[in-house]
């Protein structure tokens, strides 16, 4: 195939935000008195906010007091986020920089509320860097549904069979199969499941490696 445009994922892929989110929502649950299973959080990666609250309730019980822990945790990324910035994962520079050099059309699809991406992207310094932004409150289902994904790809004006997806959790490989585009997965936190490791057109160490695959599948220059 020859890639037409670029879906990123965002937390986990682009900026390492996913490491900082476990471990703060790790400490609010600790202050509360409380400890979570060691792969619940892991669970939620590249899942909505609607999934992420059935699946907390589901494996903690409909009593845990999900809402109140996360709005704490938000608070407090917030506030770190404003006093630190957004650290940006590694090789990030060099893909952003490869498209640049074909005016290649790239959208962000995120599980996160939009409004979220936009300021992480802002904070970050590369939101102007991006055509299209679309956050898991524009569709009625979140990955591995593949509507986040097929609704990036509306906005740009390309065929879901002419797009690349650029990914680190496994709901969002299973989500970029499904919508008929090829996934290439970066992992993060969460280890690919089998599964997983099959739908990926390939598996990188870092967004440095992916650059590499993505040249072998950009039209020629």
């Given at each position: 195939?020859?890639?037409r ?21 790790e ?5 509360h008195?409380?400890?979570?299973p ?15 609250r ?7 019980g409909?009593?845990?007091p ?9 608070k407090?990324e ?7 910035g ?14 640049d ?9 995120t ?9 992480l ?7 102007q860097?991006f055509?299209?932004i ?15 994904f097929?609704?990036?790809?509306e ?9 690349v ?16 585009m ?7 936190l969460?280890?690919?499941?089998d ?27």
């Amino acid at each position: 195939m020859v890639c037409r445009a670029v879906i990123f994922d965002m937390d986990g892929l682009m900026l390492d935000t996913e490491r900082l989110r476990k471990q703060l929502f790790e400490r609010v649950v600790a202050e509360h008195g409380m400890t979570l299973p060691d792969d619940l959080y892991l669970q939620t990666i590249g899942r909505t906010l609607r999934d992420t609250r059935v699946i907390f309730a589901e494996q903690m019980g409909v009593d845990f007091p999900f809402e109140a822990l996360r709005v704490k945790r938000q608070k407090i990324e917030h506030d770190h986020i404003d006093q630190h910035g957004v650290p940006t994962k590694p090789g990030l520079e060099v893909v952003l920089d490869l498209l640049d050099t074909r005016a290649f059309p790239r959208a962000v699809a995120t599980s996160s509320a939009r409004a979220t991406a936009h300021r992480l992207l802002q904070v970050a310094g590369v939101r102007q860097r991006f055509d299209v932004i679309v956050g898991g409150d524009d569709v009625a289902h979140g990955k591995p549904a593949p509507d986040l994904f097929l609704l990036a790809a509306e906005h740009l004006g390309v065929g879901p069979a002419d797009c690349v997806v650029l990914e680190d959790s496994s709901a969002g490989i299973r989500a970029a199969h499904r919508a008929g585009m090829t996934p290439i997965l970066v992992p993060d936190l969460q280890p690919p499941a089998d599964d997983v490791r099959d739908l990926a057109y390939r598996i990188c160490a870092s967004l440095h490696e992916a650059a590499t695959v993505l040249v072998e599948l950009l039209p020629p220059h």
